[in-house]
């Protein structure tokens, strides 16, 4: 190996493409190239294919025979410097004649360098480094060249470049005149500062200067007297001969609206969550800080944001008898990330008042070994909703002493049960009907022996989604609600044996034995399909004459006083 190659710890392989028709002295420049691991030979012994042989490898040189019988290494010249993919190859031209018009003539037809037949192995082996290397820098500048040309004219971003000593537009980029609505000859050659509000020109240029960023600044459009915010950040590009600024500017227009309307969406969210008594909360397990609205501060008592929340005072503002069932149910959720979190608990406020609410979240990111790190949910003040409980809680604890007592008198409540007009179901605790009264076959068309023994929950129905069997979703909430309170009361939608779904208003009542034990419940539904229809057929009979069905008197009256009224209100005649 050569001393060359050892100096400089050549990295890089270049291919070198010989042209030559000798045999033998493709074998010397194989012989002198063997043991140089940077230079990869590649032989073509007819001149008439180089051409063809040169693009299809593209080398990084050509040593090219100056005789050749078939074609003179001249020409094979002229046809690479006239192809576009051969153009800029190096080319080493190789030839016995040694004078300086023949060398003249060599380079005239765009060689770049001269060697002669049979050349010194350490000159060549330096010479196709020298131009190898020269050509590949080129390629690779020329590459550069091209991809930061492609990045400038196809960014989003508007791009400037500035003369750092004249401060202006050099060149710019397709969205930089776009940003501004003009005519790539309106800017080049302008004042850069000349595109900015004239409050923002002195910040503009001292920002450039120092290398910095700035994100409220304003640029003027052509024909337009709206101020567009931008986002400026700029480098310093050294040239040989120049210094240049590279300014870029992204319009953050619609970053602004999209702030103003999160901020309007936040506002409102807040707005929301003060109504309903719902806050928000985000846990960062790690930190063991928690983020709250401003919401949560007010359901504990505290003015928002008042100061930075932490796990454990929290923790220290939660009823003291309440605080195992908390942990409880927060080790179940982070040993199973999969499962929400779910618990009901009261918290005592610094002015020493009670309350109850209900915390709901789940864990929403883990880490690499699936361990919690990040919890977010929700908390809701239900102390209203307790005490409401608790008020009827006691009103159906004094409906059963009731009942009780009225166990002697069974006969005359059977009569009353067959009697009735509202429609009486009686189920066992697990909603299996026990029995019914003739009023409910009335209503519904079924009779006893269709639904006793069956679950209740076929005989309902949900409005949105009116299928069979969807009543399962009423009996679920009945059973969570029965077991804090004795009665419930809604209206919901049930269904006719003939198919036909109608309204009812339903009230549920648990009957205890006298070991105070859940036993029975009783529904008492009464149709208000006709309820309804009348309150509809009412309120048109009395605006409506009832044998022409024109608006009667009543209506007529009804409306002048109306006119009269506002005509006073007006001072009108």
Same mark, same amino acid.
């Given at each position: 190996?050569?001393?060359?190659?050892?100096?400089?710890?050549?990295?890089?392989?270049?291919?070198?493409?010989?042209?030559?028709?000798?045999?033998?002295?493709?074998?010397?420049?194989?012989?002198?190239?063997? /043991?140089?691991?940077? @230079?990869?030979?590649?032989?073509?012994?007819?001149?008439?294919?180089?051409?063809?042989?040169?693009?299809?490898?593209?080398?990084?040189?050509? @040593?090219?025979?100056?005789?050749?019988?078939?074609?003179?290494?001249?020409?094979?010249?002229?046809?690479?410097?006239? /192809?576009?993919?051969?153009?800029?190859?190096?080319?080493?031209?190789?030839?016995?004649?040694? &004078?300086?018009?023949?060398?003249?003539?060599?380079?005239?037809?765009? *060689?770049?360098?001269?060697?002669?037949?049979?050349?010194?192995?350490?000159?060549?082996?330096?010479? +196709?480094?020298?131009?190898?290397?020269?050509?590949?820098?080129?390629?690779?500048?020329?590459?550069?060249?091209?991809?930061?040309?492609?990045?400038?004219?196809?960014?989003?971003?508007?791009?400037?470049?500035?003369?750092?000593?004249?401060?202006?537009?050099?060149?710019?980029?397709?969205?930089?005149?776009? +940003?501004?609505?003009?005519?790539?000859?309106?800017?080049?050659?302008?004042?850069?500062?000349?595109?900015?509000?004239?409050?923002?020109?002195?910040?503009?240029?001292?920002?450039?200067?120092?290398? *910095?960023?700035?994100?409220?600044?304003?640029?003027?459009?052509?024909?337009?007297?709206?101020?567009?915010?931008?986002? +400026?950040?700029?480098?310093?590009?050294? @040239?040989?001969?120049?210094?240049?600024?590279?300014?870029?500017?992204?319009?953050? @227009?619609?970053?602004?609206?999209?702030?103003?309307?999160?901020?309007?969406?936040?506002?409102?969210?807040?707005?929301?969550?003060?109504?309903?008594?719902?806050?928000?909360?985000?846990?960062?397990?790690?930190?063991?800080?928690?983020? =709250?609205?401003?919401?949560?501060?007010?359901?504990?008592? =505290?003015?928002?944001?008042?100061? %930075?929340?932490?796990?454990?005072?929290?923790?220290?503002?939660?009823?003291?008898?309440?605080?195992?069932? +908390?942990?409880?149910?927060?080790?179940?959720?982070?040993?199973?990330?999969?499962?929400?979190?779910?618990?009901?608990?009261?918290?005592?406020?610094?002015?020493?008042?009670?309350?109850?609410?209900?915390?709901?979240?789940?864990?929403?990111?883990?880490?690499?070994?699936?361990?919690?790190?990040?919890?977010?949910?929700?908390?809701?003040?239900?102390?209203?909703?307790? &005490?409401?409980?608790?008020?009827?809680?006691?009103?159906?604890?004094?409906?059963?002493?009731?009942?009780? &007592?009225?166990?002697?008198?069974?006969?005359?409540?059977?009569?009353?049960?067959?009697?009735?007009?509202?429609?009486?179901?009686?189920?066992?605790?697990?909603?299996?009907?026990?029995?019914?009264?003739?009023?409910?076959?009335?209503?519904?068309?079924?009779?006893?022996?269709?639904?006793?023994?069956?679950?209740?929950?076929?005989?309902?129905?949900?409005?949105?989604?009116?299928? %069979?069997?969807?009543?399962?979703?009423?009996?679920?909430?009945?059973?969570?609600?029965?077991?804090?309170?004795?009665? =419930?009361?809604?209206?919901?939608?049930?269904?006719?044996?003939?198919? &036909?779904?109608?309204?009812?208003?339903?009230?549920?009542?648990?009957?205890?034995?006298?070991?105070?034990?859940?036993?029975?419940?009783?529904?008492?539904?009464?149709?208000?399909?006709?309820?309804?229809?009348?309150?509809?057929?009412?309120?048109?009979?009395?605006?409506?004459?009832?044998?022409?069905?024109?608006?009667?008197?009543?209506?007529?009256?009804?409306?002048?006083?109306?006119?009269?009224?506002?005509?006073?209100?007006?001072?009108?005649?």
């Amino acid at each position: 190996m050569s001393s060359l190659t050892v100096d400089e710890a050549v990295q890089e392989v270049y291919s070198v493409l010989l042209v030559d028709d000798d045999p033998d002295f493709q074998q010397l420049i194989a012989l002198y190239l063997r /043991h140089e691991p940077g @230079l990869s030979l590649f032989c073509c012994t007819d001149p008439t294919v180089a051409l063809t042989e040169a693009v299809r490898l593209h080398p990084d040189v050509v @040593l090219l025979d100056q005789v050749m019988p078939s074609l003179s290494g001249i020409e094979v010249l002229r046809q690479l410097r006239q /192809h576009g993919a051969t153009r800029m190859i190096p080319v080493v031209m190789l030839s016995g004649q040694d &004078e300086s018009q023949f060398k003249a003539h060599v380079f005239a037809q765009g *060689a770049n360098d001269y060697l002669t037949k049979i050349p010194d192995r350490i000159e060549l082996v330096a010479r +196709l480094y020298y131009h190898a290397a020269a050509y590949h820098n080129r390629r690779q500048r020329h590459q550069n060249e091209m991809r930061y040309r492609a990045l400038f004219e196809h960014s989003f971003d508007a791009i400037y470049l500035v003369d750092a000593t004249s401060h202006t537009i050099v060149d710019c980029n397709a969205a930089a005149l776009y +940003l501004v609505q003009q005519q790539k000859e309106r800017v080049i050659g302008h004042p850069f500062g000349d595109l900015f509000a004239t409050a923002d020109q002195e910040q503009v240029i001292a920002t450039i200067q120092n290398q *910095a960023c700035h994100t409220d600044l304003h640029i003027r459009r052509c024909g337009d007297d709206q101020a567009i915010p931008v986002e +400026l950040s700029a480098t310093t590009i050294n @040239l040989p001969d120049q210094r240049i600024w590279q300014v870029i500017l992204r319009n953050i @227009l619609q970053r602004r609206q999209s702030e103003a309307a999160l901020k309007r969406s936040q506002q409102s969210l807040a707005k929301a969550q003060q109504i309903a008594h719902l806050g928000s909360w985000e846990w960062d397990i790690l930190k063991n800080s928690l983020t =709250w609205s401003d919401e949560t501060y007010r359901i504990f008592g =505290w003015q928002p944001q008042c100061w %930075p929340m932490t796990y454990s005072r929290f923790i220290q503002m939660v009823h003291p008898d309440d605080r195992a069932r +908390l942990a409880d149910a927060l080790d179940r959720t982070l040993s199973h990330p999969e499962l929400p979190y779910s618990v009901e608990h009261r918290i005592i406020c610094d002015d020493g008042s009670e309350r109850v609410v209900h915390e709901q979240g789940e864990v929403v990111r883990c880490d690499d070994r699936g361990y919690p790190v990040r919890m977010i949910g929700t908390i809701h003040n239900i102390t209203e909703r307790r &005490e409401a409980e608790k008020r009827l809680e006691m009103a159906a604890r004094i409906f059963n002493e009731a009942i009780s &007592e009225a166990e002697d008198h069974l006969q005359i409540t059977t009569k009353v049960f067959d009697h009735a007009v509202e429609s009486v179901v009686v189920t066992t605790i697990d909603f299996v009907i026990h029995s019914v009264n003739p009023a409910f076959t009335t209503i519904t068309g079924y009779h006893a022996d269709d639904v006793i023994g069956r679950n209740i929950q076929f005989l309902y129905c949900d409005p949105q989604e009116p299928l %069979p069997g969807a009543g399962a979703k009423l009996c679920q909430l009945l059973t969570q609600h029965l077991q804090q309170q004795e009665q =419930w009361r809604g209206e919901n939608w049930a269904w006719r044996q003939n198919g &036909e779904i109608y309204p009812e208003m339903t009230t549920v009542t648990v009957v205890r034995d006298r070991q105070n034990q859940p036993t029975h419940l009783v529904f008492v539904s009464q149709d208000m399909t006709d309820v309804k229809r009348n309150q509809e057929a009412l309120r048109f009979q009395t605006y409506h004459d009832q044998l022409t069905r024109l608006p009667n008197r009543t209506l007529f009256k009804d409306r002048l006083e109306q006119a009269v009224r506002a005509g006073q209100r007006n001072h009108e005649k």
